[in-house]
């Protein structure tokens, strides 16, 4: 079994900044991609960001393209979500998602099989 659990949401005012860590424990994986997901109140679950062991870019949904930033460090098992120029739109919960196999996307929520319980992020306008 793996744990995930997420820190550093919070309250911010639209325009600032946020950033998110997500702490793997547990099992290790080799092969792995991580992502961010958010979910806000009465709609989906919706994709954020995603990265695999072996890539140094980011696959970014285009809603937070040129505004969110995630990276990894792998000696730490951590990954992490550098939210800048944050908007209303944002506010969410914030889950980190682990994938332990291979896919072609990283999109797809139902394709991650551990998920962390999620951070608040809520942006005040």
């Known amino acids: 079994q793996v744990q995930l659990v997420e820190s550093g949401g919070g309250l911010v005012q639209a325009g600032g900044s946020l950033r998110l860590s997500c702490a793997a424990s547990?099992?290790?994986?080799?092969?792995?991609?991580m992502g961010w997901f958010r979910q806000a109140p009465g709609k989906e679950r919706e994709f954020v960001a995603a990265?695999?062991?072996?890539?140094?870019?980011?696959y970014y949904a285009d809603s937070v393209k040129g505004r969110f930033t995630m990276s990894r460090d792998n000696a730490k098992n951590t990954v992490y979500l550098q939210m800048n120029s944050l908007k209303p739109e944002d506010t969410a919960v914030y889950y980190c998602?682990?994938?332990?196999?291979?896919?072609?996307?990283?999109?797809?929520?139902?394709?991650?099989?551990?998920w962390g319980q999620g951070t608040q992020v809520t942006v005040s306008s």
């Open positions: 990265i695999s062991w072996s890539s140094s870019s980011p």
């Open positions: 998602a682990l994938r332990t196999y291979y896919s072609r996307t990283a999109h797809d929520s139902s394709e991650y099989n551990y």
């Open positions: 547990g099992r290790t994986f080799s092969s792995y991609t």
